[in-house]
Every structure is written in C-alpha cells, then in structure tokens.
C-alpha cells in the first residue's frame, strides 16, 4: 500500500495517537471489503506495537487477535492459527485462563480451526469456551448462550446429531428465559433446533420448529426481511 510508510512515520511520531487512526482507518477499510489495505494496516499497529514493546500488552493483543481476524477472513488459515495461538498463550499469562477475553481468544482459535476442517480440536476448544463462560458469567448469560450455540452448530456439523439437539434444546430455553419467545436471536435458536431435528429425519418436528421461527420473525420483523425468507426457504 503506497500510504503504509506515510502512517509508519506518522506512528513513529505521534505514538498512540496515530496507532488508534491506524486501527480506525482498518476498521473502515474492512467495513468497504478492502481486505489487502486491512491486512496490511493491521500488521503496521501489530509490528508498531511490538516495537515499542508496551508495558500493557492489552491493546497488542487486540491488534494481533484482528489481524488473525482478517487472515482468516482471506482464507490464510495457518497464519490466522498461529497468531491465535501466540495471542491465546499471551491472555493466559496476562490475565487468567478463564477471563472473558481469554475465552474470546479461546473461540477465535476454536473458529479457525473448524475452517481447516480440524473438528476436534475446534471442540476441544469450544468446550473449554463454554466451560469457562458457564463458570464466570453463569449458564443464562448471552455470551455462554452464544458458546452453547456455537457448539451445538459444530457439533452438527460433525454429524452428532444427538448431542447437537440437547446442545440447542439448552440454548433455545435460556434465550426463551433470558429474552423472550420472540427475540430475534430467540427464533434463531428455533431455527437451528429445526436444522438438527430435519438432519436426524425427525421431519414433523423440525416443520413445527420452522413453522414458529417463521411465524414469529412475520411478527417481530416483516414478511420481506432476510431472515424471514430464509425460514420461508426451510418450509419449502
């Protein structure tokens, strides 16, 4: 990128000042799909930051933990890893194994390695995500809702039929609990419920599944929303 040894010399200038319109500069550039300019921005702050070897690690780790984020958004999956892994070890040592952002890092990692196709180890990791989450936030919270989700949908992915439906079935009852029957990501629950039961051949089930998410995103948003097509689609 011609503008990088502009910002680098901006940054040497101006330190922390410059590194945060570098990293705002990123984030506009991902939110236009200019995925080479991020890449390249996001390793400028990660080597800055480096460089000056910061006494508080936090925003180091956030910029290494984004440009793994956007390498593996372009398929460059063995680097994503491993930064994910160097920023998962850093978390662990700074903070502790089951601090919320350790367990961010923690499903970043178990995310990339579900895209390499490494089932297991994505598990693994998602477990230990929702282990963690369950123990510090409790089992309703949004995030170990989300954990649970995330599971169940690899789980299923893995053709573990079985274990995805209880997965998901635990799910839908803490956003029922937590949110209400009618919450977007309430019928997006029922919706993945449906998804496992149509896997396992239990075909009534998943209809009335479809049929309520359908129903209810008629209600809470509007006939030609997305997502309501796409409930529309799961009936057909």
Not at 151 to 171: D, I, P, T, V
Not at 183 to 197: Q, R
């Amino acid at each position: 990128m011609p503008r990088l040894q502009e910002w680098r010399k901006t940054a040497l200038q101006v330190p922390e000042r410059s590194l945060r319109l570098i990293r705002s500069l990123a984030n506009f550039v991902r939110d236009t799909v200019q995925y080479d300019t991020e890449c390249d921005l996001r390793m400028l702050e990660k080597e800055e930051r480096e460089r000056r070897k910061e006494e508080d690690q936090t925003q180091w780790l956030r910029s290494l933990s984004d440009l793994a984020g956007v390498l593996q958004s372009r398929g460059k999956y063995e680097s994503a890893e491993s930064m994910n892994r160097r920023a998962l070890e850093v978390y662990e040592k700074v903070l502790w194994k089951e601090h919320s952002s350790t367990l961010t890092s923690v499903g970043n990692l178990a995310q990339v390695l579900r895209s390499q196709g490494k089932y297991e180890l994505a598990e693994a990791m998602k477990r230990r995500a929702l282990e963690g989450s369950e123990k510090v936030l409790g089992k309703e919270h949004s995030d170990t809702l989300t954990s649970l989700n995330d599971l169940a949908q690899l789980l299923l992915s893995q053709g573990k039929y079985e274990s995805a439906e209880a997965m998901n079935r635990w799910a839908l009852d803490g956003y029922e609990k937590v949110l209400g029957k009618e919450h977007p990501a309430t019928l997006k629950s029922v919706g993945n419920l449906a998804a496992v039961l149509r896997s396992q051949g239990k075909y009534e089930s998943a209809e009335a599944m479809n049929r309520r998410a359908l129903g209810g995103k008629e209600k809470v948003l509007e006939k030609a929303h997305p997502n309501t097509l796409a409930s529309v689609y799961c009936l057909a």
